[in-house]
């Protein structure tokens, strides 16, 4: 049972390169979610998506794209990366009920040099 | 908008000790209260939560918390620590019908503890 799957786990990228972080859920949830996690900030949701071929803006959306084309997969797009981007990438998805639970991927860590 | 708070940003404790660490949020309405652990190098996972019925709500490894609604917090507690719950730990709110974007979580408290 993977859960949430991200890939890549590590990157280094130039100032002004462009990547994307991929994430895979198999347990059908309808939510999916892309967070930042830097030290003192806590998460902070960049983008989300209720469904396939929805998304919407979280509370940080500068500098990134997202895409659901598949309800099991999320992507999440620099398209020119910045120093102010290096960070530790989270995807989660949940189920759109009262008292659901948010599962994590194992992280993402995103350097621009 | 909502948002949670989180009393200390880091907590050092000998193990068997106490420990309660706080969370406050700001939302009028009906919420669902969550503590997540992330051990150092990994992803964050559920410790327990709240969404109704018995506002002390008990989780894995001994962790407790209780949801008290007119003080707006969900402090997380456990009577007797151990050196394996050098951990960080989250407080998340999900609050009012929109639940796809209102996970709101807290800025984090790392916890060190002393063997």
């Known amino acids: 049972n993977a859960g949430v799957t991200q890939t890549p786990k590590f990157r280094v990228l130039k100032t002004g390169q462009s990547m994307t972080l991929l994430c895979a859920q198999d347990m059908n949830h309808e939510y999916m979610y892309w967070y930042r996690q830097d030290p003192g900030m806590g998460l902070r949701l960049i983008h989300y998506?209720?469904?396939?071929?929805?998304?919407a803006k979280g509370e940080v959306p500068d500098g990134y794209n997202v895409s659901r084309l598949k309800k099991q997969n999320f992507l999440l797009g620099l398209e020119s990366a910045a120093p102010s981007q290096t960070s530790v990438y989270f995807c989660?998805?949940?189920?759109?009920?009262?008292?659901?639970?948010?599962?994590f991927g194992e992280g993402s860590w995103l350097t621009v040099v | 908008a909502q948002s949670v708070s989180q009393h200390n940003h880091h907590v050092i404790l000998s193990e068997a000790a106490s420990l309660e660490l706080g969370c406050n949020y700001s939302y009028g309405g009906t919420v669902n209260l969550f503590w997540y652990v992330q051990y150092p190098g990994q992803h964050l996972q559920l410790l327990l939560k709240?969404?109704?019925?018995?506002?002390l709500v008990k989780g894995i490894k001994g962790f407790e918390a209780e949801f008290i609604k007119s003080k707006f917090s969900f402090n997380l507690r456990k009577p007797s620590v151990q050196w394996s719950d050098t951990a960080e730990y989250f407080c998340a709110v999900n609050a009012g019908n929109n639940y796809g974007q209102n996970f709101v979580f807290g800025p984090g408290t790392r916890l060190s503890v002393l063997p």
């Open positions: 709240y969404f109704s019925g018995d506002p």
């Open positions: 989660a998805s949940s189920r759109p009920v009262s008292g659901n639970t948010i599962y």
């Open positions: 998506s209720v469904g396939e071929g929805t998304t």
